[in-house]
């Protein structure tokens, strides 16, 4: 499903989006945090909130963690280019590169 991201607090990200659960689609709100896991960013929730009371996001948060944890490859990176870290900042992200025998043409 579309999702949207947003700078959280704590240097974390916030991810809106629909997620079909119990035959419903339910608007989700998480925040997590982003890392780098095999050259490919990854966030991982630390709080996911479906509205209403906070019991039952706290019992369908178990849930819906695995629905909402994602992964995203970088594509279109030059040969020997490796994604190594990337920081959450307004308006995006801040990604930390490294290459060995790179060729840069103008």
Do not use: Y
Not at 18 to 47: F, I
Not at 55 to 65: I, M, N, P, Q, T
Not at 68 to 93: A, C, N, W, Y
């Amino acid at each position: 499903p579309d999702a949207t991201l947003s700078a959280a607090d704590d240097g974390e990200v916030r991810v809106d989006t629909l997620v079909e659960a119990l035959g419903r689609s339910l608007p989700v709100g998480a925040t997590g945090t982003v890392e780098v896991v095999g050259g490919k960013l990854v966030m991982v929730p630390t709080s996911i909130d479906i509205g209403g009371p906070q019991f039952v996001s706290d019992l369908l948060g178990a849930a819906l963690r695995e629905l909402i944890t994602f992964e995203h490859s970088i594509e279109g990176l030059p040969d020997g280019v490796v994604l190594r870290s990337v920081q959450v900042v307004d308006g995006g992200f801040r990604a930390n590169l490294t290459g060995d025998n790179v060729r840069l043409v103008q």
